[in-house]
């Protein structure tokens, strides 16, 4: 039990650091294209060129402290929004696989509330990021807040607290 809740804490902050690095770069390079006129027109070399010029002056900010991901420049922005959201999407569901593993190997049968947990928060933020676009309203800010707790190991932890408690009552 001891090494899987390792190789769970290992698997997890790889993950979580591999993951800051993916959405690093893709926000970085929006942030970027909204600054350089007609990005989209640019080839993957100029997009590049343009966007190390605009990071001139600008030492302390933390997307432009880091340097991108070569493949990213041959994005378009609608591209680049494309990926950012398939990668939310994967962080997801590889959090939620990480979780489910750890749940069947500590023999704790609370997969099923794991799954619909996950479904239920990503539906509340879908919905609640829609209804902010039809309102003109801007709820990103919440729902990427939702969607980052389930980019995290805290849903299964929530659920293992959970079980701890429920066995002491016993």
């Not at 605009?54 to 929004?81: A, C, F, M």
């Not at 990427?144 to 607290?161: A, C, E, K, Y």
Request: aromatic share 12%.
């Amino acid at each position: 039990m001891r090494g899987t809740v390792i190789c769970f804490v290992i698997a997890t902050l790889a993950l979580g650091f591999f993951q800051e690095r993916v959405k690093i770069s893709i926000n970085f390079n929006l942030k970027s294209a909204g600054l350089i006129a007609d990005y989209d027109s640019l080839d993957a070399e100029s997009r590049m060129r343009a966007i190390q010029k605009s990071k001139i002056g600008r030492p302390y900010d933390y997307y432009y402290s880091h340097n991108s991901v070569n493949l990213l420049y041959r994005l378009n922005v609608r591209e680049l929004v494309v990926l950012k959201w398939l990668a939310s999407v994967l962080f997801v569901f590889t959090h939620l696989s990480l979780g489910l593993w750890l749940l069947k190997a500590l023999r704790l049968g609370m997969r099923r509330w794991l799954v619909q947990g996950y479904a239920l928060l990503f539906g509340a933020a879908a919905v609640v990021y829609i209804i902010g676009v039809v309102l003109g309203v801007d709820f990103y800010l919440l729902a990427r807040r939702i969607v980052g707790f389930l980019q995290s190991p805290l849903p299964v932890l929530v659920l293992i607290i959970r079980s701890k408690f429920d066995s002491n009552d016993g």
